[in-house]
């Protein structure tokens, strides 16, 4: 993996300084890593690292109905193998029902575009859930807001850095 010429334009893409800020206020050391292609894909972001799928924290934005008919965004941390139990999840976290958000949900609520989103550093805050699968790892990889780029990080600190809710999701 190297860094091309329009490496450095992507690290200053709004988004990204975003993460690297959030980040930095955290304490996190973490080095944002931009890929050579855009990998939109837990697949095509394991395949440019050389890693398993398994290691990667795909971001996948939901639309959470309660009960009381209003909707809010829900965010589940999956391991990149994992196809999220929707039933599962939202019996977790006494929702009526979850479903995958489009792509204009997912940018007005999190302030990144899909393929980009990243764990933290919404534009709102979101409520998190992230999968146990990922604590098999020491290092996992997270988007960390543009399709480009990704961050190391690992189960624990992913927990603390979102308050996210640990579960079983596929």
Same mark, same amino acid.
């Given at each position: ?54 290691? +990667? $924290?795909? =971001? ?6 309660? @009960?009381?008919?209003?909707? %809010?965004?829900?965010? &589940?941390? !999956? ?40 764990? +933290? $550093?919404? =534009? ?6 992230? @999968?146990?699968?990922?604590? %098999?790892?020491?290092? &996992?990889? !997270? ?28």
């Amino acid at each position: 993996m190297h860094m091309t010429a329009a490496s450095g334009n992507v690290l200053h893409d709004p988004c990204v300084r975003r993460v690297a800020a959030a980040l930095a206020s955290s304490g996190v050391r973490a080095q944002i890593t931009v890929l050579d292609d855009v990998a939109r894909t837990a697949r095509q972001a394991a395949d440019a690292l050389g890693i398993e799928i398994d290691q +990667i $924290a795909n =971001s996948l934005v939901f639309r959470a109905h309660r @009960d009381d008919d209003t909707v %809010r965004p829900l965010l &589940v941390l !999956a391991s990149g193998a994992h196809r999220v139990d929707t039933l599962r999840v939202a019996d977790l976290l006494g929702l009526r029902t979850i479903s995958l958000a489009g792509a204009d949900f997912v940018l007005e609520q999190t302030g990144f575009a899909i393929g980009g989103v990243a764990p +933290i $550093a919404a =534009s709102h805050p979101i409520e998190t859930v992230v @999968d146990v699968c990922l604590s %098999r790892y020491g290092k &996992v990889w !997270a988007a960390a807001g543009h399709p480009r780029t990704i961050f190391p990080t690992s189960y624990d600190e992913l927990l603390r850095l979102t308050s996210g809710h640990p579960a079983e999701v596929a």
